[in-house]
């Protein structure tokens, strides 16, 4: 094997193969972290309408117009656009043998992601780091402040993270679903957020919002900025929303 056959991602992918033979490594057992977390210390609580700012829209129009947009306009964001984004991401939509499942899929409904949000400009909301409480469908407010540079130079300089009206920062925790994948789930993790930041595209093109994935940053900054371990909790994903030109 040369070098770049054995690199890190190469040999992650060999170790955690299923194969008919061995379902990969057993030896390292995980302990189940809580389903959901929540902030009950937190200095400010926003709860939503999961209802809010669904307007009807064409599912096929949304596919065909949907492009990362990276220009925004100044207009702030509403709480009703912000609470029809989280619920396309994150809403609970529907129960079933205990699972309360949401609108994005996730490996063995585990739902490993949780939703951050760095608030810039939304209509009567204090500008900060919240996150998305998702059985309350609330926010809560993790940092106040402003944080459009910190962010845009954790994402590498790249402006627009500044410059729109808010920006989803999506993390994974690991233990809600390496008890059960071990290795295996680092992968899921990534699907997950994947899904979830497809929702959030198709959602706000049907709001003609603008919205622009980010998969560049300084991991340490951006979980520094959620204020998260990163021994529990990793950065995965960005994307900015922004109203549009
Ligand atoms: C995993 C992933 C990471 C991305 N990271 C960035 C990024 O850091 N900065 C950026 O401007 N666009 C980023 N993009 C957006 C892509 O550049 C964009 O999806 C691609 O050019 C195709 O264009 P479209 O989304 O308009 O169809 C990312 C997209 C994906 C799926």
């Not at 991602?9 to 033979?21: I, P």
């Not at 926003?46 to 209802?51: D, G, I």
């Not at 984004?85 to 994150?90: E, K, S």
Request: hydrophobic residues 45%; charged residues 20%; contains cysteine.
């Amino acid at each position: 094997m040369n070098s770049e056959e054995t690199g890190i991602g190469r040999r992650y992918l060999e170790e955690t193969r299923y194969r008919r033979r061995s379902m990969g490594e057993r030896s390292l057992a995980y302990p189940r972290a809580p389903l959901y977390k929540e902030y009950p210390e937190a200095a400010q609580r926003l709860s939503l309408a999961p209802e809010a700012g669904r307007l009807p829209a064409d599912l096929w129009q949304a596919v065909a117009a949907r492009r990362s947009q990276r220009n925004y306009v100044d207009r702030p964001l509403t709480p009703a656009e912000l609470a029809a984004l989280l619920w396309a991401t994150q809403g609970m939509t529907g129960c079933m043998g205990g699972y309360h499942f949401r609108a994005a899929p996730s490996a063995g409904a585990l739902y490993p992601v949780e939703t951050y949000l760095a608030v810039h400009r939304v209509e009567g909301v204090t500008p900060g780091i919240w996150h998305f409480q998702v059985v309350d469908f609330a926010l809560e407010l993790v940092a106040a402040g402003d944080f459009r540079q910190d962010l845009a130079a954790a994402g590498l300089s790249q402006s627009f993270l500044g410059e729109a009206g808010a920006v989803f920062i999506w993390t994974g925790v690991l233990n809600r679903a390496r008890w059960k994948y071990r290795e295996r789930a680092v992968r899921y993790l990534f699907l997950d957020a994947g899904h979830i930041c497809q929702n959030l595209m198709l959602a706000a093109t049907a709001l003609n919002l603008g919205v622009c994935p980010v998969g560049a940053f300084f991991d340490d900054e951006v979980e520094r900025l959620v204020g998260v371990d990163q021994q529990d909790e990793v950065a995965l994903y960005l994307a900015s929303v922004g109203a549009r030109i």
